[in-house]
């Protein structure tokens, strides 16, 4: 064996002696069920861009068929990535995009 490898298990030993104990003898660790950790990770959202067209237009209708409320559009952005940022009478403003799967939605922001 050469230096490098003896040191490198010497260093491995080293660690492993470290902080151990026997599983008998390690307290169990128990957390809340309010602080329990969820296991279950959300998927993020993939926002492709909004359908072609005049973007009030595409706004109007994609709010109206999500079933939100917006009584006039005032003001629809196509930004840089393709999606729509609409903004309504009411005060309302809603991000358009399409979703894989699911096509066109207006989420309220």
């Not at 998927?43 to 009030?56: D, H, I, K, N």
């Not at 196509?78 to 809603?94: K, V």
């Amino acid at each position: 064996m050469n230096t490098r490898t003896i040191g490198i298990l010497g260093l491995c030993i080293a660690l492993a002696g470290c902080n151990s104990e026997p599983a008998e003898e390690a307290a169990p660790t128990e957390v809340p069920a309010a602080e329990t950790p969820s296991t279950t990770m959300t998927a993020p959202v993939v926002m492709e861009p909004a359908p072609e067209g005049l973007p009030s237009r595409i706004a109007r209708e994609v709010i109206a068929e999500s079933g939100q409320t917006c009584t006039e559009v005032a003001n629809a952005e196509r930004g840089a990535n393709g999606t729509i940022t609409a903004n309504c009478a009411g005060g309302e403003t809603y991000q358009i995009y399409t979703q894989p799967g699911q096509g066109p939605v207006a989420v309220e922001q």
